[in-house]
């Protein structure tokens, strides 16, 4: 499989012969890298990233923080308290 050159890639290797516009390219053109956490993170229940509860170190999604908070120790939460 052939590496797609990405522009940014494209555009450095042509300023490369040109230091000053080189380094105004790399100052202000920065890959923009999402957090790294912004998908790695998953509900260590049911493996679900989206609607993570991540309070107090839980690690648990909304659904099943909502089955488990009473089994936790969490003395309201939802509807049942
Ligand atoms: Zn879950």
Known sequence: MI?????YER???????????YS???RFNQHKTQPHDARSRRCIRCN???GLVSMHGLNYCRE??????KD????KY???A
Not at 11 to 21: E, N
Not at 64 to 69: H, K
Not at 72 to 75: A, E, I, S, T, Y
């Open 11 to 21: 555009i450095a290797k042509t300023l490369k012969g040109k230091p000053a516009k």
């Open 64 to 69: 099943c923080f909502r089955e488990v908070a």
């Open 78 to 80: 939802g509807k049942e």
């Open 72 to 75: 936790l120790g969490f003395r």
């Open 48 to 50: 679900r990233p989206e």
């Open 24 to 26: 105004r390219f790399t």
């Open 3 to 7: 590496k797609m050159e990405t522009a």
